[in-house]
């Protein structure tokens, strides 16, 4: 377990639902990735990113798709794409990342708490 911290530690870090608008193959990347386009709504627009998630995902079937992502951590080159949030996931029993995301539709941009 990660050291214990405060409510107010929580709440500075912003996670957010976003609708993945456009995913392309990223064969540049050190470890097999996919690059993503996430759209977050009218307050952050579409922000880039890339995952590890070659295992469990295609780019063709990420298209739409909900996930949470941090939006608050600063811009991260990785190789050529300057990645913009941090998309969510969890490691399954092989290492292989499952992607968190609402199992129900909710509005882009919503926050969670």
């Given at each position: 377990?990660?050291?214990?911290?405060?409510?107010?530690?929580?709440?500075?870090?912003?996670?957010?639902?976003?609708?993945?608008?456009?995913?392309?193959?990223?064969?540049?990347?050190?470890?097999?990735?996919?690059?993503?386009?996430?759209?977050?709504?009218?307050?952050?627009?579409?922000?880039?990113?890339?995952?590890?998630?070659?295992?469990?995902?295609?780019?063709?079937?990420?298209?739409?798709?909900?996930?949470?992502?941090?939006?608050?951590?600063?811009?991260r080159?990785?190789?050529?794409?300057?990645s913009?949030?941090?998309?969510?996931?969890?490691?399954?029993?092989?290492?292989?990342?499952?992607?968190?995301?609402?199992?129900?539709?909710?509005p882009?941009?919503?926050?969670?708490?």
């Open positions: 377990m990660a050291d214990e911290i405060t409510f107010d530690d929580f709440l500075k870090v912003d996670i957010r639902v976003g609708k993945i608008t456009r995913a392309e193959p990223f064969p540049e990347a050190r470890k097999p990735a996919i690059k993503l386009w996430v759209d977050f709504g009218e307050e952050l627009g579409e922000k880039k990113s890339s995952a590890q998630i070659t295992k469990h995902y295609s780019p063709e079937g990420l298209v739409g798709k909900q996930v949470m992502a941090v939006v608050n951590f600063p811009a080159q990785i190789g050529p794409v300057m913009e949030v941090l998309v969510l996931g969890v490691s399954d029993a092989d290492g292989g990342i499952v992607l968190l995301s609402p199992d129900l539709a909710v882009l941009g919503g926050r969670m708490h």
